[in-house]
């Protein structure tokens, strides 16, 4: 998949500044007000039938998936991948989304105090676009929504160290992109306890507890979840994981060392956070399996 400089390739940008339309936006302030996990389980299957139905077989994974609102996929791509990839992504200039006016950097020159850089160029990356169309992901995203998912977005940040308090995502908090949606994590630096390891309360995606739309601190979730529920994600350079982070999650403020990580988004329906770019499409997509929101199509 990955193959020498191939692998660096920019996808031609067809359009820049892509807004979601009025319709996604109207919907998203409507969704984001149904906090009962199971009234937006039901929600999300009667979409469904509105959809284009995949002719999918589920597995083990879907089970887990669902039970737990997370799977794991130790070694999704091999050590050399990961450090590929993180070659090439290094070379890109990053922002903080949460200090835009800051302007751009490097991820190894951040303006102190930043938490998150941001690649925008990420998008844009042919090698991420094939993984975002990999099957295993294809088939788990439509087995979870009942139907052909929306890639949504392709996104891949710095965390970085230094800072003493958590900012914005450091803190716990239910994601609302979506009725239904999922997010998949990949790590492309090693993630020890240290180095900001995502954190996910497993069933929380179920539970109606917590369902403010607000961040929480470490010690509410603790004493609403108990510790067993606490999952710290660890991992090397190359794990992945799929995650629905309506459930409770963050990603821990990193003490040391710099995470580098890939995230695409699939969905049951347009988010409000889509990419906002469209870029020529890659030969692996079938708009069968997948509508992503990453190309044009009449
Ligand atoms: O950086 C992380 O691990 C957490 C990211 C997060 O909260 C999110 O993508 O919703």
Same mark, same amino acid.
């Given at each position: 998949?990955? &193959?020498? /400089? =191939?692998? *660096?390739?920019?996808?031609?940008?067809?359009?820049?500044?892509? @807004?979601?339309?009025?319709?996604?936006?109207?919907?998203?302030?409507?969704?984001?007000?149904?906090?009962?996990?199971?009234?937006? &389980?039901? /929600? =999300?299957? *009667?979409?469904?039938?509105?959809?284009?139905?995949?002719?999918? @077989?589920?597995?083990?994974?879907?089970?887990?998936?669902?039970r737990l609102g997370l799977f794991r996929m130790p070694g999704f791509i091999d050590p050399s991948q990961a450090a590929q990839l993180r070659e090439i992504l290094s070379t890109f200039p990053c922002r903080d989304p949460w200090k835009p006016h800051v302007g751009t950097f490097r991820f190894d020159d951040a303006p102190a105090g930043t938490h998150v850089a941001d690649i925008p160029a990420a998008p844009t990356l042919r090698v991420l676009h094939e993984l975002a169309l990999d099957q295993r992901l294809l088939r788990m995203a439509a087995a979870y929504f009942g139907c052909r998912p929306y890639l949504d977005s392709v996104q891949a940040w710095w965390s970085l160290p230094g800072n003493k308090d958590p900012e914005e995502a450091e803190n716990y908090h239910r994601d609302n992109d979506s009725i239904r949606f999922l997010k998949f994590f990949l790590y492309l630096t090693d993630v020890d306890d240290m180095h900001g390891p995502h954190c996910f309360v497993t069933e929380s995606h179920t539970v109606s507890s917590l369902l403010d739309r607000?961040?929480?601190?470490?010690?509410?979730?603790?004493?609403?979840?108990?510790?067993?529920?606490?999952?710290?994600?660890?991992?090397?350079?190359?794990?992945?994981?799929?995650?629905?982070?309506?459930?409770?999650?963050?990603?821990?403020?990193?003490?040391?060392?710099?995470?580098?990580?890939?995230?695409?988004?699939?969905?049951?329906?347009?988010?409000?956070?889509?990419?906002?770019?469209?870029?020529?499409?890659?030969?692996?997509?079938?708009?069968?399996?997948?509508?992503?929101?990453?190309?044009?199509r009449p």
């Amino acid at each position: 998949m990955m &193959s020498g /400089l =191939s692998s *660096i390739e920019t996808l031609r940008t067809r359009r820049s500044g892509v @807004q979601p339309s009025i319709s996604i936006r109207v919907w998203h302030r409507i969704q984001e007000r149904i906090r009962n996990p199971a009234l937006r &389980s039901m /929600l =999300s299957r *009667i979409i469904a039938t509105v959809r284009p139905s995949t002719t999918t @077989q589920t597995g083990v994974e879907d089970a887990e998936l669902m039970r737990l609102g997370l799977f794991r996929m130790p070694g999704f791509i091999d050590p050399s991948q990961a450090a590929q990839l993180r070659e090439i992504l290094s070379t890109f200039p990053c922002r903080d989304p949460w200090k835009p006016h800051v302007g751009t950097f490097r991820f190894d020159d951040a303006p102190a105090g930043t938490h998150v850089a941001d690649i925008p160029a990420a998008p844009t990356l042919r090698v991420l676009h094939e993984l975002a169309l990999d099957q295993r992901l294809l088939r788990m995203a439509a087995a979870y929504f009942g139907c052909r998912p929306y890639l949504d977005s392709v996104q891949a940040w710095w965390s970085l160290p230094g800072n003493k308090d958590p900012e914005e995502a450091e803190n716990y908090h239910r994601d609302n992109d979506s009725i239904r949606f999922l997010k998949f994590f990949l790590y492309l630096t090693d993630v020890d306890d240290m180095h900001g390891p995502h954190c996910f309360v497993t069933e929380s995606h179920t539970v109606s507890s917590l369902l403010d739309r607000r961040r929480f601190t470490d010690s509410e979730v603790q004493a609403c979840f108990g510790n067993e529920r606490l999952l710290k994600i660890t991992g090397c350079a190359g794990d992945a994981f799929m995650e629905d982070t309506f459930g409770m999650h963050k990603g821990q403020l990193p003490y040391s060392g710099r995470r580098l990580l890939v995230q695409f988004r699939y969905s049951i329906m347009p988010t409000v956070f889509r990419s906002p770019l469209t870029v020529e499409e890659v030969t692996s997509y079938n708009p069968t399996e997948v509508t992503s929101l990453l190309y044009e199509r009449p």
